[in-house]
């Protein structure tokens, strides 16, 4: 198993900025792709970045240019600075990897870090 722990979410004012990182761990694996998921109450879970072993990104359209995520491979860890921060992003932020262990593909997620705008 590939574990994911997270780290740096919390309440922050509209306009504020959190970052959050997220480190893995475990038996000789190599990462793939690593990102960031986020669910607000009732909705269903969405990506909100995306980053390859090679440092290609992708975002979804309502973060663009707020949000910018990077990763160190070396130490497998991902992180997520997020800038001007509206309500709307309140909801659990979720890490996820996928790669490969012990030969077989993986895909892992995070326990979820809250993280809540005020207006």
């Known amino acids: 198993q590939v574990l994911l722990v997270e780290f740096g979410g919390g309440l922050v004012q509209a306009g504020g900025s959190l970052r959050l990182s997220c480190a893995a761990s475990?038996?000789?694996?190599?990462?793939?792709?690593m990102g960031w998921y986020r669910q607000a109450p009732g909705k269903q879970r969405e990506l909100v970045a995306t980053i390859t072993s090679g440092g290609t990104s992708n975002y979804t359209d309502s973060v663009k240019g707020r949000f910018t995520i990077s990763r160190d491979n070396a130490n497998n860890t991902v992180f997520l600075q997020m800038n001007s921060l509206r309500p709307e992003d309140t909801a659990v932020y979720y890490c996820?990897?996928?790669?490969?262990?012990?030969?077989?593909?993986?895909?892992?997620w995070g326990q979820g870090t809250q993280v809540t705008v005020s207006s």
């Open positions: 475990g038996w000789f694996f190599s990462i793939a792709n």
């Open positions: 996820h990897a996928d790669g490969v262990r012990a030969g077989k593909p993986f895909s892992s």
